[in-house]
């Protein structure tokens, strides 16, 4: 990767901490992600419908989870930690399958 | 498809570690990462215990990029209003060997890579292993995600983390399970070096670390607070599945802890330069997973090689310990008529041997006691109370001896002194 590459991802690492209480926005937006253009979480939709934990909705920590009015579960996978905490909590009915990335993409942490 | 000797797949400490090891042996190794350079992908809760690189890496504190040297370490107790604190300080951690240091993992974690480099090894980044190659019971090679796809190889060496998929894949994992992750979440946070070193007690590369229990309100786990140069870093680890089962967010935790009392001192004024997650593994050695088998040995986080318990926080050292040992196992196997493949053999015995398996065996009951319920939320109360009670100056009452004031707090917060002695024997026996 060179550097220009790596100056043109967003680096908004320069916000300050609000330290009661961040906006999660502002903290996720201290990650740098280099964006893959195959998603690697897919979620069987008609699983999470019937679903009564959406346990994945809670332990994101990117809070790439979000619960629908409707009952079902609307993800992305553009900001993901790779932490793999969303498929481990899922319910029996495995509506989420994920694996990593494709190389060289998603998270890149600097300071870990 | 191609071939080469072996594969370790992970550019973490453990597999760079093996792969020099490898390369040393003069063993054709490709190291592959699929992240685009190593440590890129990797969160940890803040120290390095790297004696082990002693005679790999002589003198390695003059070329690793450590951020500071740990001389400080201190455990807190803590309830929402008070803490107790157990604050080590020594000189000896300041000057070589050292003890723990602390580091960016892009950085340690790349200058480790290099050293295999170095010695020999092929490292391919930007490279994701997508699956085992299998011929009846034996791995064979590796699928990865480059367009010519697939690896032969005569040994796996599979150091691909937390996730563990190979080992899973390969069948040596049956007893994989979210009840044996936590989740750790981190900011790093931004302070000018001269007043981190004044706020923290430290004189030039001297860093600090300081561990916590009591401080994740109703869910289990811990906090942890370290120094590097110019940022600190502040976190907690959370069992997933308590997470799930209360419905609370990890940042949520996190700034819960940062706002205890003995903590916001502590990072006031700071500036968060970048917040990461990242799973570890901490079911101990009966979480731990077959370590091998015919192609493949398994190392590191991916072999559930972490210590959680409660003062000794430890991983890098194992991951990379065990990581030298399957290089160790595959050159020995190499020379025998089996062939390399057998190093799981090997592998498993020179572990057994060494204080990876060792320690693990020894606190193999430590998850237990530290994830349970009265060391969690009962004994935090009750340690703070009892120092919070003998340390108050209650004239014109006269001064109670220590027993009298156990009993007084044991009785105040409903605790059983059989409960008591029965958390405080479990816990004297696994340190003993």
Redesign the interface.
């Known amino acids: 990767?060179s550097q220009t590459d790596r100056s043109e991802r967003s680096d908004r690492?320069?916000?300050?901490?609000r330290?009661?209480?961040?906006d999660?926005e502002?903290?996720?937006a201290?990650?740098t992600f280099?964006v893959a253009t195959t998603p690697h979480i897919v979620v069987d939709g008609d699983a999470c419908e019937g679903c009564t934990?959406k346990?994945c909705v809670?332990?994101c920590?990117?809070?790439l989870f979000v619960e629908l009015s409707s009952g079902g579960v609307l993800f992305s996978y553009e900001q993901c930690?790779?932490?793999?905490?969303c498929y481990?909590?899922c319910n029996e009915a495995h509506a989420i399958t994920w694996?990593?990335?494709?190389?060289?993409?998603?998270?890149?942490?600097?300071?870990? | 498809m191609s071939e080469v000797e072996v594969v370790v797949v992970g550019a973490g400490p453990a597999g760079s570690m093996a792969a020099l090891e490898l390369a040393r042996a003069g063993v054709e190794t490709l190291l592959v990462e699929?992240?685009?350079?190593p440590?890129?992908?990797?969160?940890?809760g803040g120290v390095v215990y790297p004696r082990v690189l002693g005679d790999v890496l002589p003198a390695w504190w003059e070329r690793a990029p450590i951020q500071r040297f740990v001389t400080r370490r201190a455990t807190m107790v803590l309830t929402e209003t008070q803490a107790v604190t157990v604050d080590v300080r020594t000189e000896a951690w300041g000057a070589p060997p050292y003890n723990g240091v602390t580091a960016?993992?892009?950085e340690f974690d790349q200058w480790l890579a290099d050293e295999a480099v170095r010695a020999g090894a092929t490292l391919a980044?930007?490279?994701?292993v997508?699956g085992l190659v299998r011929d009846g019971d034996r791995v064979v090679g590796v699928m990865?995600?480059?367009p010519d796809g697939e690896l032969g190889c005569r040994l796996v060496v599979a150091c691909d983390g937390?996730?563990a998929?190979l080992a899973r894949e390969a069948g040596l994992y049956p007893g994989y399970s979210?009840h044996h992750?936590t989740?750790g979440?981190?900011?790093?946070?931004r302070l000018e070096r001269a007043e981190l070193e004044a706020r923290f007690n430290l004189v030039g590369r001297e860093g600090c670390d300081i561990e916590m229990i009591g401080a994740t309100g109703s869910i289990t786990g811990g906090g942890f607070l370290y120094t590097?140069l110019e940022?600190l870093?502040v976190g907690c680890v959370l069992k997933?599945?308590e997470?799930?089962?209360q419905?609370?967010?990890?940042?949520a935790v996190l700034?819960e802890l940062?706002?205890h009392p003995a903590i916001a001192p502590l990072?006031?004024g700071?500036?968060?330069?970048?917040?990461?997650?990242?799973?570890l593994p901490e079911g101990g050695y009966d979480a731990m997973p077959e370590l091998g088998a015919p192609g493949i040995v398994v190392a590191g986080d991916a072999a559930s090689m972490t210590l959680a318990a409660g003062v000794w926080l430890e991983g890098v050292n194992y991951a990379m310990a065990a990581g030298r040992l399957a290089g160790q196992a595959a050159a020995l196997a190499r020379a025998e008529p089996g062939g390399i493949a057998g190093a799981y053999v090997h592998y498993r015995r020179l572990l057994e041997g060494s204080f990876v398996m060792q320690d693990h065996k020894r606190l193999r009951r430590a998850p237990k006691v530290v994830f349970s319920e009265f060391v969690q939320r009962v004994q935090p109360g009750v340690l703070c109370d009892v120092a919070e009670s003998f340390f108050t100056v209650d004239n014109p009452s006269p001064k109670r001896g220590l027993i009298a004031t156990v009993r007084g707090v044991l009785r105040a917060r409903g605790v059983r002194w059989r409960d008591a002695l029965r958390s405080a024997l479990a816990t004297a026996r696994l340190f003993r």
Request: aromatic share 8%; with cysteine; charged share 25%.
């Open positions: 990767m690492s320069d916000r300050s901490d330290f009661d209480g961040l999660f502002d903290r996720m201290t990650a280099d934990t346990a809670t332990v920590p990117a809070g930690f790779e932490c793999g905490s481990l909590v694996r990593y990335p494709e190389g060289g993409k998603g998270v890149i942490v600097r300071r870990g | 699929r992240g685009p350079f440590g890129s992908k990797n969160v940890y960016y993992r892009s980044t930007s490279t994701t997508t990865t995600d480059r937390v996730n998929f979210s992750l989740l979440v981190k900011e790093v946070l590097n940022t870093a997933l599945d997470l799930a089962a419905a609370r967010r990890p940042e700034t940062k706002a990072v006031a700071t500036e968060l330069v970048e917040y990461a997650a990242h799973l």
